[in-house]
């Protein structure tokens, strides 16, 4: 029960929050409400006399709306909603015009009229209920022309041909019979006619529906004598979300057959309890969150959050995204200084952090995932302190950090660097190929999250798929193979930490795999010159050839060495610095059995290759000495 407890938390902390709708975000909802979708906007005065309607658009179509527990967890289409519905609910001429499904607009009709009978009536429910008990909904709608009818007086398809400067039903909706309705009440002297908007209705109906509530039991949440929860919430990852993290009674199935004696039994005495209102806002505050700043992948959904309401960075995220690219801006003319600045940027971030979340306040990680459309599962949960959270979170981008070029702003369409942990989702694209199958993608998310939030050791095979990727050049365009490179070597850097690899090139490190690397990277150099001087546009031989140089170093680095002559002839003495840099490094190999054996490289040579790539690159300050392949294309974006 902690995460219910941690949720409720958070819920009775954002209580200004509660309400506040935003087009793209679920709003934090008041108990006993949800939203939906809505296309049509009925408005009536306080008689319930019609007075004109609208189609919503999609922009402005999310609703609250009042909810019972069992129509806001409706499968089936009998338990209505007590105030906006659907066509087929409120309407009682829906059948008359032709609506294709069952109406069930008694039900609806006995659900309003039982709340306008008590004492917590409101006044704009009164004008709704007057108004539907009138018959006309369709009628009245089909004469201000929301609603389309055919030549048979039945709500007809979508016509072949309309008016552009018009929005009809069918902008918004493929079926017209299954618009759903909100109102709009309007009262002399109320400032607010829209019901979705109005508190004072959400007060009424919340303390009308509690008091249909009879059985209590002990909530395993609070330690109190609860009003019990009958059902519990889906919708939690997206309006479409069936799936639920309690199930209710499923007597009809026989889901619990055998292990309660009635039909209440699931809910109170005969299990652990939850409070109707405890499990309501807990549950809608996990939606809200989702939404708000949740990571999700297909079923998948992701969240970290400070149960104060404090913004935290999301584990999730690369540097870019925690930092912002206004933040990414750097004036150190070399590329070593700039990753020491941009990595020191993020460190004050988190420092900011640090100081608004304080040492003690909870934060908590959470991951949900379900294998069916109607059960869903933990599948990970941590509560962390505030100093412990992210003091993980910067080892995480601190020990995983590379150099970075594959961000990109889609307004002056060039690549941003920046330095860090790669995201999660990056890595296993970077792994597994741009088409990596959607389980594959999620189960990597969720075996690397130990390692961000645990400081677990990063799972060694993931980090041999990345390898593997990025010796495999030729399968790759330009961008990806890029993104795909700075990812293994980030990985690779983490994998062996107590190495102590630097991001900048150190001339003075003689591993031999990390010496050979230099040298693709030198001949790669050289060869991309001579062909970017001829107006050549292909790949060089070292680029073709680093899967097998990878495997077999020696006899392939000889191969690569003297298809090098003629591009040296063509450079002339301009080459020279070229080569005189490829025997440098040809001395530092201490033992002569390290450059000739065969033996297969590790990831080591990637970062050797990508740190000598990088030293290669023009300075700011200096003129261009080489037409760099990845310069231009960053140029050409």
């Not at 009674?249 to 699931?266: A, E, I, L, P, V």
């Not at 003091?391 to 995480?396: A, V």
């Not at 150099?525 to 001579?530: F, G, H, I």
């Amino acid at each position: 029960m902690s995460w219910i407890h941690k949720l409720y938390e958070t819920y009775e902390n954002c209580q200004p929050m509660i309400g506040i709708v935003t087009e793209k975000e679920v709003p934090l909802l008041p108990i006993c409400h949800t939203t939906q979708m809505a296309q049509i906007e009925i408005v009536i005065d306080h008689q319930g006399n019609f007075k004109r309607a609208r189609v919503v658009p999609k922009d402005n179509a999310r609703t609250i709306i009042p909810c019972t527990e069992s129509s806001g967890g409706r499968t089936n289409d009998e338990a209505p909603h007590p105030l906006c519905d659907k066509l087929q609910y409120v309407a009682k001429d829906y059948t008359k015009y032709g609506g294709g499904k069952k109406s069930y607009f008694t039900a609806y009709q006995k659900r309003l009229e039982d709340w306008c009978k008590s004492e917590y009536v409101h006044s704009k429910v009164q004008a709704v209920f007057e108004y539907i008990q009138k018959g006309q909904i369709v009628e009245d709608l089909i004469t201000c022309k929301v609603l389309i009818i055919g030549d048979n007086e039945k709500l007809s398809g979508k016509p072949e041909k309309k008016d552009k400067n018009i929005q009809d039903i069918f902008d918004v909706l493929k079926d017209q019979s299954d618009a759903f309705i909100r109102w709009e009440v309007e009262i002399s002297g109320d400032t607010c006619s829209k019901v979705w908007e109005d508190k004072t209705l959400w007060e009424k109906w919340i303390k009308y529906y509690s008091t249909t509530k009879q059985v209590k039991t002990l909530c395993y949440v609070t330690g109190d004598e609860l009003l019990a929860a009958e059902q519990h919430l889906a919708k939690l990852r997206n309006d479409r979300d069936r799936a639920k993290l309690i199930s209710s009674t499923d007597w009809s199935g026989f889901t619990f057959r055998g292990r309660f004696t009635d039909t209440k039994g699931c809910n109170t005495y005969q299990t652990c309890g939850v409070g109707f209102k405890i499990t309501q806002k807990a549950h809608n505050t996990l939606r809200w969150l989702i939404s708000r700043q949740g990571y999700r992948s297909g079923d998948q959904a992701i969240v970290a959050w400070a149960t104060s309401d404090i913004q935290i960075p999301d584990p999730l995220a690369d540097p870019l995204s925690i930092l912002g690219e206004e933040e990414l801006v750097s004036d150190e003319p070399d590329i070593v200084l700039t990753a020491q600045n941009l990595a020191n940027k993020l460190k004050k971030k988190i420092a900011g952090y640090k100081t608004d979340l304080g040492d003690t306040k909870d934060v908590v990680v959470m991951g949900l995932d379900s294998a069916t459309p109607g059960r869903m599962a933990i599948t990970f949960y941590r509560e962390l302190t505030g100093s412990e959270f992210l003091e993980r979170l910067e080892k995480w981008h601190e020990t995983c950090a590379w150099v970075h070029d594959y961000g990109y702003n889609p307004k002056t369409k060039k690549r941003i660097r920046f330095v860090g942990a790669p995201a999660p989702r990056d890595i296993a694209v970077a792994a597994y190929g741009s088409r990596v199958d959607d389980k594959l993608k999620k189960a990597t998310v969720e075996r690397l999250l130990p390692c961000i939030i645990d400081g677990q050791q990063i799972p060694r095979d993931i980090v041999d798929s990345v390898v593997r990727q990025a010796c495999n050049r030729s399968v790759m365009n330009g961008w990806e193979w890029n993104k795909t490179l700075s990812i293994a070597c980030a990985l690779f850097r983490k994998l062996n930490e107590k190495e102590g690899h630097s991001m900048a090139l150190d001339e003075g490190r003689k591993t031999r795999d990390y010496l050979y690397g230099r040298l693709l990277a030198l001949a790669d150099s050289l060869e991309q010159w001579a062909l970017n001087k001829a107006g050549e546009d292909r790949q060089t031989n070292a680029a073709r050839l680093m899967q097998r140089f990878a495997d077999h170093p020696y006899s392939t680095w000889r191969t690569i060495e003297l298809s090098l002559i003629p591009y040296k002839a063509r450079l002339g003495a301009k080459s020279q610095k070229r080569q005189t840099l490829i025997d440098k490094v040809h001395s530092l190999f201490d033992h002569p059995e390290d450059y000739t054996s065969d033996k297969k490289l590790s990831g080591e040579f990637l970062l050797g290759y990508h740190c000598q790539r990088e030293a290669l690159k023009p300075k700011k300050d200096e003129p261009e000495s080489i037409d760099d392949a990845n310069i231009r294309e960053e140029e050409q974006i």
